[in-house]
Nanobody, 115 residues
């Protein structure tokens, strides 16, 4: 049974930083394509960043240069380092895994950027 659990969200001031984590169990992130998505109230869920099984990364234009996706295969954990946060980054952040042909989602972690 695959399970993804996000953590690291919280309240931060504009310009601040947070690091989100997504711990996987029942699967191997090192052989998976992994994504971070986010969803703000009233908006559709949007793709923020992707890391493929070979380590290639891609970012939404709105976060490029500010966010960094990475993973620690030994810890089976995906990360999202978020710097220079803006109020418009406020959302629930979800990790998603493509593993053996199926997609799996975590339940999300809330990020609020506000002064």
């Amino acid at each position: 049974q695959v399970q993804l659990v996000e953590s690291g969200g919280g309240l931060v001031q504009p310009g601040g930083s947070l690091r989100l984590s997504c711990v996987a169990s029942g699967s191997i992130i090192g052989i998976s394509d992994m994504d971070w998505y986010r969803q703000a109230p009233g908006n559709p869920r949007e793709l923020v960043a992707t890391i493929t099984d070979d380590g290639s990364t891609n970012y939404a234009s709105s976060v490029k240069g500010r966010f960094t996706i990475s993973r620690d295969n030994a810890k089976n954990t995906l990360y999202l380092q978020m710097n220079s946060l803006k109020p418009e980054d406020t959302a629930v952040y979800f990790c998603r895994q493509l593993y053996r042909g199926s997609f799996y989602w975590g339940r999300g972690t809330q990020v609020t950027v506000s002064s």
